[in-house]
């Protein structure tokens, strides 16, 4: 069987995201998938939000940040997104990797923007809800993100 890679479904062109357009990541669908099968996830979508959706973003602790809507506190979907994280990734747990999408609050790796209960901004510290439970589950799991994968060494370390 071929070899089987998560992926943010946004990064496979998919329109997904939450104003309908994709991120298509054409490493990804045009050189990997010809050596990988690929397992798409859209954690916003698959939770129940929607296309479109509204906005949502990393509030508050920036290690332990909720995860709401970006113009409605009230919109909170942390607990959803976790839940459906830990799900996922014991689904997953016979992947050989993940490829997840950069700068999003549900799939975000790393650097992902937080702001405090005021919305005032604490900088590019946080990781995304689902990224972080995932990688928790998983912790063997080789992961990437987009942006880094136009990094020559880091493309050829991560296959
Ligand atoms: Fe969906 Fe993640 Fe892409 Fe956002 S970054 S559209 S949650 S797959």
Same mark, same amino acid.
């Given at each position: 069987a071929q070899i089987q890679i998560g992926i943010s479904a946004c990064l496979m062109g998919d329109e997904v995201r939450y104003d309908g357009g994709h991120k298509r990541l054409p490493f990804a669908t045009d !050189?990997? $998938?010809?050596?990988? $099968?690929?397992?798409?996830? %859209?954690? !916003?979508q698959?939770? *129940?939000? *929607?296309?479109?959706?509204?906005t949502i973003r990393l509030v508050g602790d920036p290690i332990h940040p909720r995860l709401q809507g970006s113009n409605d506190p009230s919109l909170d979907v942390t607990e959803a997104m976790q839940v459906f994280a830990s799900d996922t990734a014991r689904q997953l747990n016979h992947? $050989? *990797?993940?490829?997840? %999408?950069a700068k999003s609050p549900s799939c975000g790796m790393a650097r992902v923007p937080v702001v405090n209960d005021a919305g005032q901004g604490l900088g590019k510290i *946080?990781?995304?809800i689902y990224a972080k439970k995932l990688m928790e589950t998983l912790p063997l799991l080789?992961?990437? !993100? /987009?942006?880094?994968? /136009?990094?020559?060494?880091?493309?050829e370390n991560f296959v």
């Open positions: !050189e990997l $998938s010809r050596h990988f $099968s690929f397992i798409k996830v %859209c954690p !916003e698959a939770i *129940g939000m *929607g296309v479109p959706r509204p992947i $050989s *990797g993940y490829i997840l %999408c *946080g990781v995304g080789p992961v990437e !993100e /987009n942006g880094r994968l /136009n990094d020559v060494h880091l493309r």
